[in-house]
Structures are given as structure tokens and as C-alpha cells.
């Protein structure tokens, strides 16, 4: 498994406890690029997260900054998890009550060591 794939699998772990509604894309080149790795419905809610195995040294692309924005604007959450992120946080980000005022990309990438 890559590094990322383990970010991923720690992410799925989360989403499979918290009985949330996930799918990841096919990046296989018939798809839109940029879309998040992992794209949930949870609580009513539609959630983006692109996984990285380091965020600080390896940010999102342009690309997948710019669809993570694009699901803010529509009213969605976007997030960054990677391996500096525990599931613990990753579990509170997706049940936090105030969502909509907080803006979980820029948190993720404030607390990556």
C-alpha cells in the first residue's frame, strides 16, 4: 500500500464506524481531475476529503484546491486529512455541530506539523 493509500484507509476506517454514506472515484482518467479522493454524505451533508500523506511537504494541487473551494461555495465541507491528522480529529470535523463556520481545509493545513 502507498503512503497515501494508508491515509486513506485510516479515513475509511472513520467513515465506516461513523456509518457514513462514501465513495471514492475512479482516477482513472475518465473522470473530472481534481475531485477529492473520498467524496461523503454524512448527517445530511456534503463532505470532500483529499487525502495526503503530507500535507506541509505535499499540499493539494491547484486543481484540487480550486474543486475543495468549489465545494465550500456550494455549501459543502471540504477537507485536508493526512497522516498528521488523527481519526480522532478526523471523527470530530465530521460530527462538529457548527460546520458551516468553520472552515476544516484551513484547519488541517494550520495543524499539519
Known amino acids: 500500500m502507498t ?4 491515509v ?25 481531475k481534481g475531485i477529492p479522493d473520498i467524496v461523503v454524505c454524512y448527517k445530511g451533508r456534503f463532505i470532500g476529503i483529499e487525502c495526503k ?3 506541509a511537504s505535499n499540499p493539494p494541487t491547484k ?11 456550494a455549501g459543502g465541507i471540504a477537507i485536508v486529512f493526512d497522516s498528521n491528522t488523527t481519526q480522532k480529529e ?8 457548527a460546520v ?4 476544516w481545509t484551513d484547519w488541517a493545513l494550520e495543524h499539519i506539523s
Open 8 to 32: 486513506k484507509a485510516s479515513a475509511e476506517k472513520v467513515l465506516k464506524k461513523i456509518k457514513a454514506y462514501y465513495f471514492m472515484p475512479s482516477s482513472g482518467g475518465y473522470g473530472r
Open 63 to 73: 486543481l484540487q484546491q480550486l474543486e475543495l473551494a468549489k465545494i465550500k461555495q
Open 100 to 103: 458551516s463556520n468553520t472552515d
Open 3 to 6: 503512503p497515501e493509500g494508508t
Open 90 to 97: 478526523l471523527t470530530a470535523m465530521l460530527n462538529a455541530e
Open 53 to 55: 500523506f503530507d500535507a
